[in-house]
């Protein structure tokens, strides 16, 4: 399931959509897996345990209650139908309080309605407020033409070493990206930053995917990430601390594009063999970049430990047959010298750290 973002990107690049399908599959697999793993690993490295049985609700009650999602649908399907942005949340929100007529636990009454504007109001504060101060930025970029002139200069510095392009466009599409929806952003970064990639002999899939994984990805980086401030908001946590959180449990998705830039079998292009060999290296691959960045594979890490599972977690990732022996060398090892400690006691679980 792709969004609009994909068709905009098969008829600039003249790929087709199924391509465009077809080179996001694996790179997305892999973020969502990877974000599995490192959910896991921290469950189990403060031992938080399952949820006792009787703190689970009945499903017979949860099905009961499935009509809340109802103004979510609402919401969807006004946005799918055309209508604009502001009609769809004005109407999905009238369906809220329409839903919570349906029971007594729900109803609203002057009281906790007053209550539910006032945290509404002052969740969207937060959001509103760096909204605006990323329009100013992304103004900026765009009104004094730094952004043009950013892209020449690194064209420039490309010609002497690549990587050093890869970096700097990557900075750059996280600016361009900033506050701006998923295919606006797209097309800002494809117009700059694509061309850049594709003079320098970067095959033009792979060029494209890797302005737009980074101007997407703009959202949980900080210190602007506008999708983190917005979670953060809801759960009532620390806005900054949420996002630098955001941008560790996606540290994957900021490894990838660089990869599929020199290897493209991320993106299912080439040979059989070679596509087979990254699709199984890269999800070895995943599991051990999370062990290292969470501290936990089947023990507590030492910090040695941890430098050496992140540095095979991206060797993993390289589809490269050095490369891979390499990083599942340094996993055998470190996990053997875990299964031997593993039994150690661990601490309670700190359910409000957790």
């Not at 769809?88 to 539910?116: D, N, Q």
């Not at 109001?121 to 959001?127: K, W």
């Not at 992304?138 to 033409?145: C, E, K, L, P």
């Amino acid at each position: 399931i792709m969004g609009a973002t994909a068709f905009v990107m098969a008829d600039v690049t003249g790929a087709g959509y199924l391509a465009v399908a077809k080179a996001a599959l694996l790179p997305s697999l892999l973020y969502y897996f990877s974000l599995l793993m490192m959910i896991h690993f921290e469950a189990v490295n403060k031992n938080i345990g399952i949820i006792p049985a009787d703190q689970i609700p009945d499903p017979r009650s949860v099905l009961r209650r499935t009509y809340h999602i109802l103004p979510i649908i609402v919401l969807i399907g006004l946005l799918v139908s055309g209508r604009s942005v502001i009609s769809s949340a004005f109407i999905s929100i009238a369906s809220v309080i329409v839903v919570s007529c349906f029971s007594a636990e729900t109803r609203f009454t002057p009281k906790s309605l007053y209550h539910t504007l006032e945290l509404s109001s002052r969740n969207a504060l937060m959001i509103s407020t760096c909204s605006a101060c990323a329009g100013i930025i992304v103004a900026i970029v765009s009104i004094t033409g730094i952004g043009y002139k950013f892209i020449s200069i690194i064209t420039d510095l490309g010609q002497f070493h690549i990587l050093l392009l890869l970096i700097l466009l990557m900075f750059t599409c996280f600016v361009l990206g900033t506050g701006v929806p998923a295919t606006p952003a797209y097309i800002i970064v494809a117009t700059l930053g694509a061309p850049a990639l594709m003079k320098l002999g970067i095959p033009t899939l792979s060029a494209h995917m890797f302005v737009l994984y980074y101007a997407i990805l703009s959202e949980i980086t900080p210190p602007v990430c506008l999708s983190a401030y917005a979670g953060a908001s809801i759960a009532g946590a620390n806005a900054m601390q949420t996002g630098w959180r955001a941008f560790r449990l996606g540290i994957v998705a900021y490894i990838i594009p660089f990869i599929f830039v020199f290897q493209p079998a991320l993106l299912l292009t080439g040979e059989f063999s070679h596509v087979a060999q990254a699709l199984v290296t890269s999800f070895i691959g995943v599991v051990t970049l999370a062990g290292g960045m969470q501290g936990y594979l089947m023990a507590r890490c030492f910090l040695w430990e941890r430098v050496l599972l992140l540095a095979a977690g991206i060797a993993l990732l390289y589809p490269e047959m050095y490369s891979d022996l390499a990083g599942l060398g340094v996993i055998l090892f470190i996990g053997m010298l875990q299964y031997l400690r593993r039994g150690k006691a661990l601490p309670q679980p700190d359910l409000n750290q957790a």
